[in-house]
């Protein structure tokens, strides 16, 4: 089983809880699903892949620009396509455009297209570093 596969798959299964808040108009509202299960699923993938993020120099972090470009990459692939298949894994949630309610086909496929566009914006900046 590929390291993404088995990252999605455990992630799946071990999801944080959702709490609610009485906001103040006086009904309960849950937090945000996405928030929780967008940081669960890149710590178990940094986990499960033994990705070690800390040891990277100083000069070699990602830049401010770097940073807002992945974020909105995720924002475009994983949290704008609503779920094709349903799957109710928590009583709370049911919103199609939440992470836990997709299967983890289609979970593969935006977090696949997410590295493959992460991937191509290094191999860039890569070369824009070689030609400094």
């Given amino acids: 089983m590929s ?3 088995e990252s999605i798959s455990q992630a799946m299964t071990t999801l944080p809880t959702i709490y609610t808040r009485t ?3 006086g009904a309960e509202h ?3 699903s996405n928030l929780k299960d967008v940081n669960h699923l890149a710590e ?3 986990k499960v892949c033994n990705l070690n993020v800390d040891d990277l120099p100083l000069d070699k972090s990602l830049s401010k620009e770097q940073v807002v470009e992945i974020v909105e990459l995720v924002e475009e692939e994983l949290l704008s396509h609503p779920s094709v298949k349903h ?3 928590d009583i709370l949630i049911s919103d199609p455009l939440a992470i836990r309610v997709k299967d983890e086909n289609q979970l593969m496929e935006e ?3 997410i590295a493959e566009e992460v991937l191509k914006n290094i191999h860039r900046l890569v ?3 070689k030609r400094q």
Avoid: Y
């Fill in 3 to 5: 390291c993404l596969k």
């Fill in 23 to 25: 906001g103040s108009d």
């Fill in 30 to 32: 849950p937090e945000d």
């Fill in 44 to 46: 178990t993938i940094r």
């Fill in 87 to 89: 799957v109710k894994r």
């Fill in 111 to 113: 977090l696949s297209k």
């Fill in 127 to 129: 070369l824009q570093l």
